[in-house]
């Protein structure tokens, strides 16, 4: 082996070694680029060889940093979603509590003048104003819900691009390291990237193949990704309620089946999944179940009055009705329809009923508050009566076992919600003794303080509880969020010290090489030196 | 440990975006003046708020209810003033009209001028508040309570309903009094009245009755008195019991009460002595039975007598209106001092609601202003801190 040889190795390795420094310093700031070292070997027959650029990258801290992005941006986005509520019912003086006393407020000057018409027009005025306020925090809430089925069906494309984008790379990864025999560094770095990037999305379990393929599973092994093959997610309407949108996948016989909402907890998917089932329903629900217990208590007892007019009082205030869902699923055709019945019998929890025996007309109920389920059967109406609702099946000839339904008493009821009072002679302030009888208006009065929502809380109290819920949710979320985004940080760090490139080092690797290079050279030089000393001898 | 170029940028941005937002919310938390911004800052104390808050209102609320029970109490109070000048100005003229020596064009123009008071107390009867509803109609307050019937006398078409109000949590207060508890009515404590019967013919006259023993076993009960006179012997059985002899000027007594008795009763001559609240307590029919005496010449013994008798019981009928009127006025001048008296309470509640919910949203600015120096000199500390980092690196030594 010559010594030009072995200065041209070392030229060779030095100017490999420049590049791989060089690609460091550029790719500093590149997102999931991880850092390179050139590793060197003696060569067997005298000088250096590169035997290889080896990418510093560790799967388990990757892992372990896929999995903390999962929880952070799924914390992320609920903070986002439910900052919106926390905001919505933020001002004390904005809120529906000021709204609720102004009407009773109203109310009490119809105790103090009953049938002086500035007073009467008053109580219109507020009611009027109270029913515009809560259909429009109704209006908010339900385009909260819209937004979610919009942000779930963005989420999906991207996942099922980045999955596709995955099993392209999977094969390119194994066509180039068929061809060269080494893994291509840049192609491992993006793939591992779009993991990354994948998890920001929804949580994933990754395994590595024998040969280096990713697969990827979520929400309980559903695959993703598969070597070379990605299985798209498709956004469905849920079976039990319509106006929700789930996530399905196709089955081997080519039909959608509904992935549980529960199986995702991660990601900004899981994040707009758990805000969704956790605080959006709930907060729908106990506004509709405020609005719906202050509704039937006012008509209850507007309708026991007299009016100016000598005439029984009427309903005051409009309401929605409760909705019922029949599963698509559902083989039989039989319809429940739902009514209220008693305003404080209502829970404010959403139900599941399933058709437990067709024949003598049971339902098994499931109340969504964590209790436990009970059985009613039908009654000699075909009625169902629970808590508080009344819920009667068209035809029980038609109604088929396992056949299931979902009731939401209180969720869109504010929708609803309406003064239905527009002439001041109509408010029945009195109970038939004359245009001075404040009798009904006291009663009414009566009912600010009256525990009317559950028959446990008065109507302030009921949205004091709210407000409490909405921030102890919020609250707790930022603690996560704060607690995750150390955590994650603290992750990053140690891959970032792994896999990251320092600009200090690199420098130093680039003064290195560059004194390698030229020492290298110098071999070269030096070898012709002698080369021409040798040549000289004969001269 | 390596820490990598990347890492050593992004904590400082991390750190400074942390600074900068505790920053801006101190600072918002100061330009607002509230400590609780959204109920995540506090749930607890949001909740609280909350039921303070509407304390707070409803005990406003109880105060406009007692704003509008004062001005109707004070309204009645006003008129039912001026109707006891009235009263004091009809019991003068009963005096006078007593006046045996005066004769019936007198009398008639007593008359004329009780007329005169009358229309006015049944004016101030049928008074209404500003906005045109009755005072004294109970809950029958868009019509004149008190109107004339097809025979002329004064009726009562208001109801006995009083309106209520709500003026604390656990008080609802009258704030108006019907018209028959205020003119229809007396107090149920008011004495005895004797009357004659309209029909009785004889001269006699009588005094009282007087109540001399309130412990009588008989006290309480209502009294029948007729005279028979049979030949030359006047006796008097009450309630139907045994003829006593009667002598003019002997106390006769009966039931814890005594009456004296003049002049020559007729045979068949009664008359009635019942508690004051069994007997006429209309104080307008008071007014017209008196008119329409005096109105009515008195020639005859039997006449004078029956004036006289008249008078002696309008007398006391007058006296147990005027009573009646003066407790009600005393009842509302109370209600008029509970109202007072829970302004001040509620006063002081509402002041300590204000600063229960000032302690539980409000911002402590001293407390806040030497946090937002602190939040300051962090963010600065953060940003400093960045510079000297990004100033130590090795290529600006190459």
Known sequence: MSIFSIGVSGLHTAQIALNTTSNNITNVYTQGYNRELTLLEESGIGGVNVSGVQRQFDYFIASQLNSATSALTGLQNYQTQISQINNLVADSDAGLAPLMQDFFSAIQDLVSAPSDPAARQEVIGTADTLSSQLRSVDNYLQDMQRNVNIQIGDEITQINDTAALIAKLNRDIALATAKTGVPPNSLLNQRDQLVNSLSERVEVRLTIQDGGSYNIAIANGQPLVSGTESFALETIASAGDPNRIVLGYRDSAGNIQELPESLFDGGSLGGLFSFRAETLDKVQNQVGHITVSLAMAVNEQHEMGVDLNGDLGEAFFSIGSPTVFANTKNTGTAVLSAAFTDAAGLTGSDYDLKVSDAASGEFTITRRDGSAPFTLTLDAANQLVFDGLTLTLDDPLVLVDGDRYQLQPTRRVAAGFDNLIGDTARIAAGSGAGSGDNRNALALQDLQSASLVGGRASLNQAYASLVGFVGNQTNIVQVNLTAQEGLTQQIRTMQQSESGVNLDEEATNLIRYQQYYQASAKIIEVGGTLLDTILGLRS | ?398
């Open chain 2, 1 to 398: 440990m390596r820490i990598s170029t990347l890492t050593m940028y992004n904590q400082s941005v991390t750190s400074i975006n942390r600074q900068q937002g505790d920053f801006l919310k101190i600072g918002q938390q100061i330009a607002t003046g509230r400590r609780l911004l959204t109920p995540a800052d506090d749930p607890q104390a949001a909740t609280k708020a909350l039921g303070v808050a509407q304390s707070k209102a409803v005990a406003e609320q109880y105060g406009d209810a007692r704003v509008g029970a004062r001005s109707a109490l004070t309204q009645q109070e006003s008129v039912l003033n001026s109707i006891s000048d009235a009263l004091v100005r009809t019991k003068s003229l009963m005096v006078q009209a007593a006046n045996a020596t005066l004769s019936d064009a007198d009398r008639a123009s007593i008359a004329s001028e009780m007329r005169g008071v009358m229309e006015m107390v049944l004016g101030q009867a049928n008074a209404t508040d500003g906005n045109g509803h009755y005072l004294f109609g109970g809950y029958r307050d868009n019509s004149p309570p008190f109107v004339r019937d097809v025979s002329g006398s004064v009726v009562y078409v208001g109801d006995s309903n009083d309106r209520q109000v709500r003026i604390d949590a656990s008080r609802l207060m009258e704030a108006a009094d019907s018209g028959d508890g205020v003119f229809l009515a007396i107090q149920s404590g008011a004495g005895y009245v004797a009357e004659a019967d309209a029909a009785n013919s004889g001269s006699a006259t009588f005094v009282g009755p007087r109540v001399v023993d309130s412990s009588d076993p008989g006290f309480g009960a209502a009294y029948d008195i007729s005279f028979s006179v049979v030949g030359t012997d006047t006796s008097y059985s009450i309630n139907g019991g045994p003829p006593v002899t009667y002598q003019p000027g002997v106390a006769v007594t009966f039931g814890g009460l005594s009456m004296t008795f003049e002049g020559v009763p007729a045979d068949g001559d009664s008359l009635t002595v019942d508690k004051a609240s069994q007997m006429n307590t209309n104080l307008f029919a008071t007014f017209e039975k008196v008119i329409a005496t005096l109105e009515t010449p008195a020639q005859t013994d039997a006449q004078k007598a029956s004036l006289a008798n008249t008078i002696s019981t309008s007398m006391r009928e007058f006296d147990n209106s005027f009573d009646n009127i003066l407790t009600v006025r005393a009842s509302s001048g109370a209600r008029l001092n509970e109202l007072d008296a829970l302004d001040l309470v509620e006063e002081n509640r509402i002041l300590n609601y204000q600063q229960t919910l000032s302690e539980l949203v409000d911002l402590d600015y001293v407390e806040a202003i030497s946090d937002y120096t602190l939040r300051q000199v962090g963010l600065q500390a953060a940003q400093k801190t960045f510079v000297d980092i990004n100033k130590l690196s090795l290529f600006n030594l190459l």
